[in-house]
Nanobody, 119 residues
Framework: QVQLVESGGGLVQPGGSLTLSCTAS????????MGWYRQAPGKQRTSVAL???????TYSYSVKGRFTISRNNARSTVYLQMNNLKSEDTAVYYC?????????????WGQGTQVTVSS
């Protein structure tokens, strides 16, 4: 059974930094596109950053240049380094793992971790 467990959220002042971590159980990590998404109150969940199995990355426009996604395949862990945080970054952040086993697609989600940017 696959589980994604996020950690690292919390309260930070504007301009500060946080690093989120997501560790996956099961044998899917190395072949999965790993992603970070976020959902602010009253808004839809949106993509923040993605990283492919070979390390290619994409970012949403709002976080490009401030956030960095990375992965450690040996530890089955994906990270999101967030710098120069703004109040609009406040949201619940979710980790995802997407891919295929044979012809069957999968998309797993973590339980989410709260990030609050406030003075």
């Amino acid at each position: 059974q696959v589980q994604l467990v996020e950690s690292g959220g919390g309260l930070v002042q504007p301009g500060g930094s946080l690093t989120l971590s997501c560790t996956a159980s099961g044998n899917i990590f190395n072949s999965s596109v790993m992603g970070w998404y976020r959902q602010a109150p009253g808004k839809q969940r949106t993509s923040v950053a993605l990283i492919t199995p070979n390390g290619s990355t994409t970012y949403s426009y709002s976080v490009k240049g401030r956030f960095t996604i990375s992965r450690n395949n040996a530890r089955s862990t994906v990270y999101l380094q967030m710098n120069n945080l703004k109040s609009e970054d406040t949201a619940v952040y979710y980790c995802s793992a997407a891919g295929r086993t044979g012809t069957s697609p999968y998309n797993y989600w973590g339980q989410g971790t709260q990030v609050t940017v406030s003075s």
